[in-house]
């Protein structure tokens, strides 16, 4: 059975972790869906990972769209929550609707994702009104980098750990059915957790929150030049698929590869009339 917002909220009530991983294309969403993830997020971080952008305020609606659709055809279990890219829900509550209509209709996901608090609760109630399951993103919130000025851990003071409190249970009562929590210290994300219904998905923010993503090719490391305390590197990918590479370019060049076993026959017959 194919996950849902159900899914979310059963393991929260029975205390089991929700694990999320990001994935961008049909190869590696296949993979992540037979390994048996709850949920994929079409991140927006594919701008980075995919597209080799310095941030995500340069992605598209018709990126996220064609990514998503890719995801959602090898997602026969795992939800599909994709991200509204910077600007596609800022304008207006209208607007919104409309491209979150788009990534359900063209991309095929189950659930958007977008960042901020407050002032994104009328844009969250319209979704949900409208039957779009909304995932909200607190915390660090890379697509606001140029305010920001930098990618920093986010609540360490008073002030700021007070108006994130505020901002998550505004997100819920505007609908959200989850939260992820991105960069926050970990005794704040867990008592944020602890006071939410909705499951809070942490980043980069501790083992107290109701589960966690990460972006697939940090965790595998294939995204060399990207670093954070955060990152566990599970199996050096990266590292494995270089060394076939350069396997391959060696043995193309000495002739081993291809191997009679990778050649197809034809009759010596036929072959002769052709002289
Ligand atoms: O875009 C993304 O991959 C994300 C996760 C890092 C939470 O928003």
């Known amino acids: 059975m194919k996950n849902s917002v159900l899914t979310f909220r059963k393991k929260k009530q029975e205390g089991r972790k929700i694990t999320v991983l990001t994935s961008y294309d049909y190869t590696m969403a296949k993979l992540v869906n037979d ?10 971080s594919l701008g980075n990972v995919m597209l080799g952008y310095e941030d995500t ?7 996220m769209v064609c990514h998503c659709r890719a995801v959602a055809r090898a997602a026969d279990h795992a939800m599909v929550v994709v991200d509204m890219p910077f600007m596609s829900y800022q304008v207006s509550v209208e607007e919104t609707l409309h491209n ?7 991309g095929r996901a189950n659930a958007v994702k977008l960042e901020g608090g407050t002032r994104v609760c009328p844009q969250i109630h319209a979704m949900v009104e409208a039957g779009i399951p909304v995932m909200a993103h607190l915390g660090l919130t890379p ?3 140029n305010a920001f000025g930098g990618y920093k851990v986010v609540g360490k003071t008073k002030e700021t750990a007070e108006k994130l409190l505020a901002e998550a249970l505004a997100v819920q009562e505007a609908g959200a059915f989850s939260l992820v929590l991105e960069c926050v210290p970990m005794k704040l994300a867990t008592l944020i957790s602890q006071k939410l219904e909705i ?3 942490g980043i980069g923010s501790g083992a107290g929150c109701d589960g966690q993503v990460l972006v697939a090719q940090d965790m595998l490391g ?3 030049g990207f670093s954070a305390k ?3 590197v599970f199996a050096p990918v990266g590292e494995v698929i270089k060394t076939a590479v350069s396997d391959y370019i060696h043995e193309v060049e000495n002739g081993t590869y291809p191997a009679e076993e990778h050649t197809f026959s034809i009759d010596d017959e036929i072959l002769e009339k052709l002289y």
Do not use: N
Not at 100 to 106: N, P, T
């Open 35 to 44: 390994a048996g993830v709850d949920a994929i997020l079409v991140g927006d």
């Open 57 to 63: 305020v340069s992605v598209t609606m018709d990126d």
């Open 100 to 106: 979150a209509g788009r990534l359900m209709k063209e």
């Open 143 to 145: 697509q606001s980098i």
């Open 199 to 201: 499951p809070v998905i």
């Open 222 to 224: 294939m995204t060399s």
């Open 230 to 232: 955060f990152l566990k």
